[in-house]
């Protein structure tokens, strides 16, 4: 199943998929009490957890995450850590009014690669544009697509900040918006950004 929960300034998401007792943790915005109880109150235990792409507002408590769940696996795509590790693109001066560079331990994601969160399989498509490496996460057995910044419900994500690519975004446009027709989308705000 999966669960969000929005927090910070700009409300991005956090989603919480999980089954048989196994939780992915997709993006690192902000946490707090209801989420952290939602995953004891569950007994999951957080095997992964997946950048969609580099922005603060999506990764800003990654290491908090990290140190609660020392277990789990940071995961993101290889493309994305030009982003993370340069303040400037990583918009965390602006958003979060410090110079943060992120260079953690991480395992790359590629397209098509699947990750298993107990009998669930989430697919990786390779969704850049918003930033270069982005990623949603597809999963066919409960029908959602996680989408970042790529695709809201109401929009698409920009492409004005460092590193993002109007062309790119284009094209992983074309190949989302058949797929929300068919998916529940739990994009990374629930109003656009
Ligand atoms: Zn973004
Ligand atoms: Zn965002």
Redesign the pocket.
């Known amino acids: 199943m999966i669960r969000s929960f929005a927090y910070g300034m700009?409300s991005?998401n956090i989603c919480i998929v999980s089954d048989g007792g196994e939780a992915l943790i997709a993006d690192a915005?902000g946490y707090n009490e209801v989420m952290l109880r939602y995953i004891e109150k569950n007994n999951l235990k957080v095997k992964y957890i997946v950048l969609t792409?580099g922005?603060y507002?999506?990764i800003c408590e990654v290491e908090k995450y990290l140190s609660l769940f020392p277990e789990a696996t940071l995961m993101y795509h290889p493309r994305e850590h030009a982003v993370l590790t340069d303040p400037e693109a990583n918009l965390s001066p602006w958003l979060g009014r410090e110079h943060r560079s992120y260079d953690l331990p991480h395992k790359c994601i590629n397209e098509g690669d699947i990750i298993r969160v107990g009998s669930l399989e989430l697919k990786v498509l390779h969704t850049p544009g918003h930033t270069p490496g982005g990623i949603c996460l597809l999963c066919e057995g409960e029908k959602f697509l996680i989408s970042?910044?790529t695709i809201f419900d109401n929009g698409y994500?920009r492409t004005d900040f460092k590193y993002g690519n109007e062309t790119e975004l284009h094209r992983s446009l074309e190949r989302l918006y058949p797929l929300c027709r068919e998916y529940d989308l739990y994009a990374?705000?629930d109003t656009g950004?």
Request: hydrophobic share 15%.
């Open positions: 700009l991005s915005g792409h922005h507002d999506h970042g910044d994500g990374g705000h950004f």
